[in-house]
């Protein structure tokens, strides 16, 4: 049996062969609750975004700070925002949008003319269970945040995806192929395993 929390939702989900009844299970997370309990604990709290937050940008901290600029950029480790905004959390999320898909089509360009096939639609969305995916049209769906996590994770996700427009699938060909296209990718994986959760905690809606 494996007891499994989800690093993004706090989800409890556990997988039992299925001739071991129920009670057994039950037992079985009983004994487990002590490991269950730090583990949601240790769940990223919701942190909402407005003036002075900071948030992570290619994977450095930068804070929010009001200033007489017309319209948001980047300074050194601050974001600068127009003072007079009412809402800077909306403007913000439009600006980290922004940044993501330059950036993500930047990568896909790249990626795309490396391994020789062109890709469709880019779209991004905020979605909770995935980094990115791929159709067999070749549109390419990523979530925004990964701006905010360091430079090379976000090209390891767009390669990956990429990949999957040669290999619609996780066959060994599929991560030879990314290999070739990417390099060793077990840091960029580890980091998305280890942190990808904690970009989540960044409230962006009211
Ligand atoms: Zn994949």
Known sequence: MTLR????????????????PMHDIEAFVREK????REKISKMPEQLPVTFYTAIPIHGVLHDIV?????????????????QKTK?????????????????I?????????????????????DAKSRW?????????????????????????????????????NHSSQFWNELCSLFGDYDEERRWLRENGASLHKYKFKD
């Open 5 to 20: 929390v989800s690093a993004l939702d706090g989800r409890v989900s556990i997988t039992a062969p299925n001739r071991v």
């Open 33 to 36: 609750e002590g490991w269950l």
């Open 66 to 82: 009001p200033s007489t600029v017309n319209k948001m950029e980047i300074y050194t480790n601050q974001l600068l925002i127009p």
């Open 87 to 103: 809402n800077p959390r909306a403007y913000t999320v439009a600006f980290v949008k922004l940044l993501a898909r330059d950036q």
């Open 105 to 125: 089509v930047k990568e896909a360009d790249f990626y795309a003319k490396r391994i020789g096939l062109p890709y469709g639609k880019i779209s991004l969305r």
């Open 132 to 168: 990115g995916s791929c159709n067999d049209r070749g549109a390419m769906m990523f979530s925004w945040r990964l701006i905010m996590a360091p430079p090379k994770v976000l090209s390891y996700v767009v390669a990956h995806e990429v990949t999957h427009l040669k290999h619609m």
